[in-house]
């Protein structure tokens, strides 16, 4: 009996060997070349935990089998793909799946792969796409909905956005987007409808069934914010006002140095903003200083060339339609003045002018730039453009008309203020959360992700009865010249700098957690109010909130707005604690902005057990 065991693996192994040394020599078999070299693009466009320089060499199939890792044959066809969990990092070469004809299987679940989804069109043998789990960005492409055979597609736990497209292949009997940022109703047909609610969890924004979220009434149709280039925009009913906006902003970018001559020329030291974007602004002689010979001396066509856009697919316009532009100084900042540029059209840009990091290298601030704008995520403001030349560096953002975080809390309380209860306070915070969360997997090689993370750096938008943020200022601190200069971002307030020490992702976990203290109560943190800073260097908040706690663990804390209703409490001083533990002292105490995810997901999800306790 034994011995018949012990035989059988050695047999398969005798098989084996001989066959597998054929696959490096024998050439004269015949294979597909597209397939393979769709297959080597794969392989050299990506870094992996498994070298497959080393092992994919030769042809990929031998009739039914093949000696390459995760490639699965049929007829010397490339049929299966299967490369989960290997820690494959990167973007997948464009279209690179295409002549891989006869693919049945897909399964790159479990990576770090980052970037679009893969174009599957026409890949009509396709059965089973594993993707979960990954860093994808941007939506479910529409074509999916081609697939005739497609029978899993599982996009779980990533960072998708836009909205679900109307699959309806009878063939699909499993399917799951469960973790993404996806909005908008889930269409009804009736193959989507069949799949139960846990296929459709959390995500920011999806509603209708089998979700037990009703969907809002469709707004009346009004006129968009700001009017479109008439000739491209097809699906312009499915644009939210944001994506709106923001086209119709990169579509007339080019000409904004023009704008920021004229800018400069007219505006001068326009003072009616008194720094509002970021309150660790310093004073409004620099603006005057800077302005215009810089801009206008060198010549400008030379520099309009070389903007750089992160859309390919934008429209160039005419600069004279530009020139009447009009701007604004919406903030001053540590790292340089941010201006809001309203063109003719009514499209609206903001624009920041980068003053800090003039000993930069182009290559090193290109690089960043680069970095920073192919991340899409609707927490994070997206940056459109930027310019570098040797006196000027320009940073392009789409532009958020509602405001800050800081002027929403702090700002005009008393008549006539818009009251932030729990829920909207709640909402912001988690938006604020996924979008730092977001950063800190996206760039987990740099240092401090965001550096500057704090409530003025929250931007806040409104629609309907909804609260959504972005954060905004993140990326610049591998562009500071030097540590010096981190002292006025909110990274300065951390401990850990004021020691001198090492500042890690777990310095934006501390900043997160003075927003989340500041939300709670109410309070600004170090007391400071704007335009007037520098006095304090280390945040009193958290140790205020402290001492409150361990005295008397009670609701003193919060802020008078949201003690009056009754809702949240236990929420509240749940997060509280939570908020303790990110301001920790000791870095290595606080937790990472994963374990964060998960731990306000717990609460939420204990407060609505309790609810549904309490109700039954
Ligand atoms: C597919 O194969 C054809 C023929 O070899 C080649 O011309 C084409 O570029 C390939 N397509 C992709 C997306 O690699
Ligand atoms: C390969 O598999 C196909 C279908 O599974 C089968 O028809 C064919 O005979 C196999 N070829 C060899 C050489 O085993
Ligand atoms: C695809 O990968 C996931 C994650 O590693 C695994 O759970 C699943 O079984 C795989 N599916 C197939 C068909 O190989
Ligand atoms: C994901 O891949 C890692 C290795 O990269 C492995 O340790 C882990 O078990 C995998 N998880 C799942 C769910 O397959
Ligand atoms: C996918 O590839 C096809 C064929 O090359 C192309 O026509 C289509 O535009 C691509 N889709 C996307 C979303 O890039
Ligand atoms: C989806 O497919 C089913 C069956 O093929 C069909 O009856 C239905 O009309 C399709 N569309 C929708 C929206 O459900
Ligand atoms: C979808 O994926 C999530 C996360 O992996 C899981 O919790 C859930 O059970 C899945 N749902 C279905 C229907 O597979």
Not at 451 to 458: A, E, M, Q
């Given at each position: 009996?034994?011995?018949s065991?012990?035989?059988?693996?050695?047999?398969?192994f005798?098989?084996?060997?001989p066959?597998?040394?054929?696959?490096?020599?024998?050439?004269?078999?015949?294979?597909?070349?597209a397939?393979?070299?769709?297959?080597?693009?794969?392989?050299?466009?990506?870094?992996?935990?498994?070298?497959?320089?080393?092992?994919w060499?030769?042809?990929?199939?031998?009739s039914?089998?093949s000696?390459?890792?995760?490639v699965a044959?049929?007829?010397w066809h490339?049929v299966?793909?299967?490369?989960?969990?290997?820690?494959?990092?990167?973007?997948?070469?464009?279209a690179?799946?295409?002549?891989?004809?006869?693919?049945?299987?897909?399964?790159?679940?479990n990576n770090s792969?980052f970037?679009?989804?893969?174009?599957?069109?026409n890949?009509v043998?396709?059965?089973?796409?594993?993707?979960?789990?990954?860093?994808?960005?941007?939506?479910?492409?529409?074509?999916?909905?081609?697939?005739?055979?497609?029978?899993?597609?599982?996009?779980?736990?990533n960072?998708?956005?836009?909205?679900?497209?109307?699959?309806n292949?009878?063939t699909?009997?499993?399917?799951?987007?469960?973790?993404?940022?996806?909005?908008?109703?889930?269409?009804?047909?009736?193959?989507l409808?069949?799949?139960?609610?846990?296929s459709?969890?959390?995500?920011s924004g999806?509603?209708?069934?089998?979700?037990?979220?009703t969907?809002?009434?469709?707004p009346?149709?009004?006129?968009?914010?700001?009017p479109l280039?008439?000739?491209?925009?097809?699906?312009?009913?499915?644009?939210?006002?944001?994506?709106v906006?923001?086209?119709?902003?990169?579509?007339?970018?080019?000409?904004?140095?023009?704008i920021?001559?004229?800018?400069?020329?007219?505006?001068?030291?326009?003072?009616?903003?008194?720094?509002?974007?970021?309150?660790?602004?310093?004073?409004?002689?620099?603006?005057?200083?800077?302005?215009?010979?810089?801009?206008?001396?060198?010549?400008?066509?030379?520099?309009?060339?070389?903007?750089q856009?992160?859309?390919?697919?934008?429209?160039?316009?005419d600069?004279?339609?530009?020139?009447?532009?009009?701007?604004?100084?919406?903030g001053?900042?540590t790292?340089g003045?941010?201006?809001?540029?309203?063109?003719?059209?009514?499209?609206?840009?903001?624009?920041k002018?980068?003053?800090?990091?003039n000993?930069?290298?182009?290559k090193?601030?290109?690089?960043?730039?680069?970095?920073l704008?192919?991340?899409?995520h609707?927490?994070?403001v997206?940056?459109?453009?930027?310019?570098?030349?040797g006196?000027?560096?320009?940073?392009?953002?789409?532009?958020?008309?509602?405001?800050?975080?800081?002027?929403?809390?702090?700002?005009?309380?008393?008549?006539?203020r818009i009251l932030?209860?729990?829920?909207?306070?709640m909402?912001?915070?988690?938006?604020?959360?996924?979008?730092?969360a977001?950063?800190?997997?996206f760039?987990p090689?740099q240092?401090?992700?965001?550096?500057?993370?704090?409530?003025?750096?929250?931007?806040?938008?409104?629609?309907?009865?909804?609260?959504?943020?972005?954060l905004?200022?993140?990326?610049f601190?591998?562009?500071l010249?030097?540590?010096?200069?981190?002292?006025?971002?909110?990274?300065?307030?951390?401990?850990?700098?004021s020691?001198?020490?090492?500042?890690?992702?777990?310095?934006?976990?501390?900043c997160?957690?003075?927003?989340l203290?500041?939300?709670?109560?109410?309070?600004?943190?170090?007391?400071?109010?704007?335009?007037?800073?520098?006095?304090?260097?280390?945040?009193?908040?958290?140790?205020?909130?402290r001492?409150?706690?361990?005295?008397?663990?009670?609701t003193?804390?919060?802020?008078?707005?949201?003690?009056?209703?009754?809702?949240?409490?236990?929420?509240?001083?749940?997060?509280?604690?939570?908020?303790?533990?990110?301001?920790?002292m000791?870095p290595?105490?606080?937790?990472?902005?994963?374990?964060?995810?998960?731990r306000?997901?717990?609460?939420?999800?204990?407060?609505?057990?309790?609810?549904?306790?309490?109700?039954?």
């Amino acid at each position: 009996m034994s011995l018949s065991l012990n035989v059988f693996p050695i047999l398969l192994f005798l098989l084996i060997i001989p066959s597998t040394d054929n696959f490096g020599f024998v050439f004269s078999a015949e294979y597909y070349p597209a397939e393979r070299d769709a297959l080597l693009q794969l392989r050299d466009s990506m870094n992996s935990a498994v070298n497959l320089h080393g092992i994919w060499t030769g042809p990929p199939c031998q009739s039914n089998q093949s000696s390459w890792f995760g490639v699965a044959c049929s007829n010397w066809h490339v049929v299966g793909l299967a490369l989960d969990g290997i820690q494959l990092s990167g973007v997948l070469p464009p279209a690179f799946l295409h002549n891989i004809t006869f693919l049945t299987t897909l399964n790159l679940s479990n990576n770090s792969i980052f970037g679009s989804l893969p174009n599957l069109t026409n890949l009509v043998s396709l059965e089973y796409v594993f993707l979960s789990n990954n860093r994808f960005t941007g939506s479910i492409p529409s074509d999916y909905v081609h697939l005739p055979r497609l029978k899993t597609l599982e996009l779980q736990q990533n960072y998708l956005s836009g909205q679900i497209p109307p699959l309806n292949q009878s063939t699909l009997t499993d399917f799951n987007v469960s973790y993404n940022s996806l909005h908008g109703p889930i269409p009804q047909t009736q193959v989507l409808q069949r799949f139960p609610s846990s296929s459709y969890e959390h995500n920011s924004g999806l509603c209708g069934n089998p979700l037990e979220i009703t969907c809002p009434m469709p707004p009346p149709p009004s006129p968009p914010p700001a009017p479109l280039s008439p000739a491209k925009e097809k699906n312009k009913k499915r644009l939210e006002t944001w994506s709106v906006i923001l086209i119709a902003a990169s579509a007339t970018l080019v000409p904004f140095l023009v704008i920021l001559v004229s800018l400069c020329y007219y505006k001068k030291m326009h003072g009616k903003e008194k720094a509002k974007e970021e309150h660790t602004g310093d004073g409004s002689a620099e603006l005057s200083e800077k302005k215009v010979p810089n801009s206008r001396s060198s010549e400008d066509p030379e520099r309009v060339v070389e903007l750089q856009f992160f859309d390919k697919n934008i429209p160039i316009f005419d600069l004279d339609d530009l020139l009447r532009a009009s701007a604004e100084v919406l903030g001053k900042g540590t790292l340089g003045t941010t201006y809001k540029a309203t063109l003719e059209s009514g499209s609206v840009v903001a624009a920041k002018r980068v003053k800090t990091m003039n000993a930069l290298t182009k290559k090193e601030f290109i690089q960043q730039m680069q970095l920073l704008g192919n991340m899409k995520h609707e927490n994070l403001v997206q940056i459109i453009s930027f310019y570098y030349s040797g006196q000027e560096k320009l940073v392009i953002y789409e532009f958020e008309p509602n405001g800050n975080l800081f002027d929403l809390l702090h700002g005009n309380r008393g008549v006539g203020r818009i009251l932030l209860n729990w829920t909207t306070r709640m909402c912001i915070i988690k938006d604020i959360a996924k979008g730092l969360a977001f950063l800190h997997q996206f760039l987990p090689n740099q240092r401090v992700p965001h550096g500057n993370l704090k409530s003025s750096n929250v931007l806040v938008h409104r629609d309907n009865q909804n609260y959504h943020s972005k954060l905004s200022d993140f990326g610049f601190l591998p562009l500071l010249p030097s540590r010096k200069l981190c002292e006025r971002l909110a990274i300065g307030r951390s401990p850990e700098f004021s020691k001198g020490k090492k500042l890690t992702h777990k310095t934006d976990v501390y900043c997160f957690g003075i927003i989340l203290l500041e939300i709670i109560t109410g309070r600004i943190p170090g007391e400071i109010s704007p335009g007037n800073e520098e006095e304090t260097k280390t945040d009193d908040l958290s140790e205020w909130v402290r001492t409150v706690v361990n005295n008397d663990w009670s609701t003193d804390i919060l802020d008078v707005e949201i003690m009056a209703t009754r809702e949240g409490h236990n929420e509240m001083l749940k997060l509280t604690e939570l908020a303790l533990e990110c301001t920790d002292m000791a870095p290595e105490k606080r937790p990472k902005m994963s374990q964060v995810m998960r731990r306000m997901q717990e609460i939420e999800q204990r407060i609505d057990e309790n609810d549904a306790q309490i109700l039954s």
